[in-house]
């Protein structure tokens, strides 16, 4: 079956904005998470976003939704070196679960 | 501030042994989930509890895991026998009620499982 895809990778300078992309599989999936890891730790949520919505902020970070292409991204102002991590889109298709669906995770280095 | 615990955070053992893994998720939170995340990779839900009822193990492999949650609280994860591939990290997730607004999971630390 389809994956929820993202690239790998993404280096940024420090102070710079980050840009990480995701493309899920179900159209009418509900909601959209971002959430991010830190090494050898769990899940974070960072935030999310309802599926009838094209954009969200929340201070530093800004998350854009084209439910035509099945694409979200998530934008990281003024990146710092604390937000260096894995970050995770998940989708969540209305199964009667509520289950999440998770992406590969991309990995974002910040350099100082 | 409420988190989800689980317990052991590191364990090795042989294959073919067996292995448990506990979970004690917030407080009042119906929805129990059992990720597996293999390095490199995404989670992946392996079940998922609403109080004591299994409602998905579709991607259990039920040959050798195991999960209960007796009463509706926390929850044990078991293998046997544990092969090579089991090598992973286990999280664990809880939620209040599904359906309520962002349905947000919260994650425990986990477990990374070596299997030798």
């Known amino acids: 079956g389809e994956d929820v895809e993202q690239s790998l990778f993404l280096s940024v300078r420090e102070g710079d904005s980050s840009v990480i992309n995701c493309t899920y599989t179900?159209?009418?999936?509900?909601?959209l998470y971002w959430y991010k890891q830190e090494p050898g730790a769990g899940l974070q949520l960072l935030t999310y976003i309802f599926s009838n919505m094209d954009m969200k902020q929340d201070q530093r970070l800004t998350v854009l939704l084209n439910k035509k292409d099945k694409h979200l991204s998530l934008r990281i102002a003024d990146t710092q070196t604390g937000d260096s991590a894995i970050y995770f889109c998940?989708?969540?298709?209305?199964?009667?679960?509520?289950?999440?669906?998770f992406g590969t995770g991309t990995r974002l280095k910040v350099l100082a | 501030e409420a988190e989800v615990a689980q317990s052991p955070r590191y364990k090795i053992t042989e294959k073919s042994q067996a292995v448990a893994f506990w979970c004690d998720p917030i407080?009042?939170?119906?929805?129990l989930y059992w990720y597996r995340q293999i390095l490199g990779q995404g989670p992946e839900l392996l079940v998922q509890f609403q109080d004591e009822s299994v409602v998905d193990d579709s991607q259990l492999p039920k040959d050798r895991f195991s999960a209960e949650r007796l009463k509706g609280v926390d929850s044990t994860l078991k293998i046997q026998p544990a092969e090579l591939g089991d090598s992973a990290m286990y999280l664990c997730a809880s939620s209040p009620l599904p359906g309520l607004a962002g349905n947000e999971q919260f994650f425990g630390p986990g477990t990374r499982l070596t299997v030798l």
């Open positions: 179900d159209s009418s999936s509900t909601y």
């Open positions: 998940a989708e969540s298709p209305p199964s009667g679960t509520y289950k999440y669906i």
């Open positions: 407080s009042g939170h119906a929805t």
